[in-house]
């Protein structure tokens, strides 16, 4: 039997990689052999010992020297295939990745290891349209479930308890990022092996629909494959959820075209979205991160200026002796989530908001929203 799958199809497709671990070497090794050209790679990490044993991509150098994950590995299938081409994204893709890049990908595959990271991918798929790919392993345990929007979504599937759960810990995604880390359920090549080929091949299956549509090939949309090596049992059980209701998954459309840059500054970016809508005002939607100017202790009112998104506010009282490990609970946070005519600091840049190339904004006028897609 020859390979259902069409050589064309899979060299044309834009397929982004978020996460570059060892499910993720093992995902963007096989989309190299199986002929994938058009590949973007999501990481904010750096190699280190502990991920030599099980990521075929990485080498010992790389780890020595801290190489960031995403560079080695666009190297590396750059070596495999030098027809690839491979784009990186050093940076969270909670935050920065754009959602007009998401919007160009025929399929997007997620090897993360975290709850919140696979709700942030879920509503940049859903937002964009864009099925995705979802894979998780511990030591003899992988699962891969598809996600396709309009049928089934991540966070649907998590039910009001799970979001809830969820949202609670949404404010400071760098602490949870490093709760995350520390708990991390102990790996190994081999269960990242087979859940990354079982990944990718129902990632090449959504790039063939009208093979899904005849029959001659079944996604995985709806279902949950799940693998467990001590026994050797594999598994497919339903799991398609849509609710009308969750919040999560509104399409974002029709998007629109702005000429604004995260170069732009914010006064120029608020006239030229004024200028394309035909509204005298706008006001712009920080939809993934607020943008604090100051916090301050209510313990004695002292306060310090940190004009950051707020991601990044932790790190930067890390960095001030008189406010290291203090605790956010005894903290106001003065913050922006609407920018419009009344924001103070119209010299600072698109980018230095918090907002990442090619991102959607989500604008509302006095005659409704709107969807710009920056350049
Ligand atoms: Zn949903």
Not at 129 to 135: A, E, L, N, T
Request: aromatic share 6%; glycine share 8%.
């Amino acid at each position: 039997m020859n390979s259902p799958f069409r050589a064309d199809r899979i060299s044309a497709a834009k397929i982004m990689v978020v996460g570059c671990g060892a499910l993720g070497n093992e995902v963007l090794k096989n989309l190299a052999l199986m002929g994938a050209e058009h590949i973007w790679a999501v990481d904010f990490d750096r190699v280190e010992s502990g991920n030599l044993s099980r990521s075929v991509l990485f080498s010992r150098e790389d780890a020595l020297k801290g190489r960031f994950k995403v560079d080695v590995v666009a190297e590396r299938l750059a070596g495999m295939n030098p027809r690839i081409e491979i784009n990186t994204v050093r940076g969270d893709v909670a935050f920065d990745v754009g959602l007009g890049l998401i919007r160009k990908m025929d399929v997007v595959i997620g090897c993360v290891d975290n709850r919140w990271a696979r709700y942030c991918i879920n509503r940049l798929c859903m937002r964009a349209g864009v099925p995705w790919v979802d894979g998780g392993i511990s030591y003899l345990e992988g699962t891969v479930r598809v996600f396709v929007p309009g049928k089934n979504c991540y966070a649907c599937q998590l039910g009001p308890e799970g979001l809830k759960d969820l949202a609670r810990r949404i404010p400071c995604p760098e602490i949870i990022r490093r709760d995350e880390q520390a708990g991390k359920a102990p790996t190994s090549s081999i269960i990242a092996s087979v859940t990354g080929a079982v990944q990718v091949q129902e990632a090449l299956k959504l790039l063939h629909p009208e093979l899904l549509e005849e029959g001659a090939l079944t996604s995985l949309c709806g279902r949950m494959f799940c693998f467990e090596g001590e026994h050797m049992t594999t598994r497919v059980v339903e799991l398609a959820a849509w609710d009308d209701d969750c919040p999560v998954h509104d399409r974002w459309e029709p998007v629109k075209e702005t000429a604004v840059t995260a170069e732009t500054t914010v006064g120029q970016a608020l006239e030229m979205l004024g200028k394309e809508l035909g509204a005298e005002k706008v006001t712009i939607h920080l939809s993934a991160d607020c943008f604090v100017d100051r916090v301050i202790r209510k313990d004695n009112n002292a306060s310090l200026t940190v004009m950051l998104p707020g991601r990044k506010v932790a790190e930067r009282l890390g960095q001030d002796p008189d406010w290291r490990g203090f605790p956010f609970s005894a903290l106001y946070q003065h913050e922006y989530r609407e920018i419009d005519e009344r924001f103070p600091y119209k010299s600072l840049t698109v980018g230095q908001l918090g907002i990442p190339e090619k991102e959607v904004l989500h604008v509302s006028t006095s005659s409704g929203e709107a969807y710009m897609e920056m350049q």
